[in-house]
C-alpha cells in the first residue's frame, strides 16, 4: 500500500555534497513501529546494492563503501525520509531509490535488511546521483 517519492538528486562535483528526500505516503510513521526504511543504489548492467537502512527506533546499518561519507535520517511527523551524502566520490554515480519494509509485528532488523534487500516490500522510481570530477 506505500508509495514512495524520491527527490534531490543531480549532478555535483567530487568532494561534494547532496541531501536526498524520499516521501512515504500509505502510512502515517508516528503511529506505526514495524518498518525500516532505506536506500539502494544501482549503476547500469549491475545489481541493487544496499546503502543505508534506518529502522523506527532509528537504528542504523551502512555499507561499507559509505560510512563515514553518508548519513540517514527520518522525519517521521512528515513521512519523510533522507539521505546526507558528503565527500562524494565517482564511485557514488548511481541511481538511488528509497524503499521501505512494513512488517505486521515486532521490530525490523536494519542490519538484516542491509544485507537483503529482497525483504523491502515498497520502493520508489529511483533519482539519479552524477558526480563529476
Known amino acids: 500500500e506505500a508509495a514512495l517519492v524520491e527527490s534531490g538528486g543531480g549532478s555535483v562535483q567530487a568532494g561534494g555534497t547532496l541531501r536526498l528526500s524520499c516521501v512515504i505516503s500509505?502510512?502515517?510513521?508516528?503511529?506505526?513501529?514495524?518498518?525500516?526504511l532505506g536506500w539502494v543504489r544501482q549503476a547500469p548492467g549491475s545489481e541493487r546494492e544496499g546503502v543505508a537502512i534506518?529502522?523506527?527506533?532509528?537504528?542504523?546499518t551502512y555499507a561499507d563503501s559509505v560510512k563515514g561519507r553518508f548519513s540517514i535520517s527520518q522525519d517521521s511527523a512528515k513521512n519523510t525520509l533522507y539521505l546526507q551524502m558528503s565527500n562524494l566520490k565517482q564511485e557514488d554515480d548511481w541511481m538511488y531509490y528509497c524503499a521501505a519494509r512494513f512488517l505486521e509485528e515486532g521490530p525490523c532488523d536494519s542490519e538484516d535488511v542491509l544485507e537483503k534487500i529482497a525483504l523491502f516490500n515498497a520502493w520508489g522510481q529511483g533519482t539519479q546521483v552524477t558526480v563529476a570530477s
Open positions: 500509505g502510512y502515517f510513521l508516528p503511529g506505526y513501529s514495524s518498518y525500516c
Open positions: 534506518i529502522a523506527h527506533d532509528d537504528t542504523t
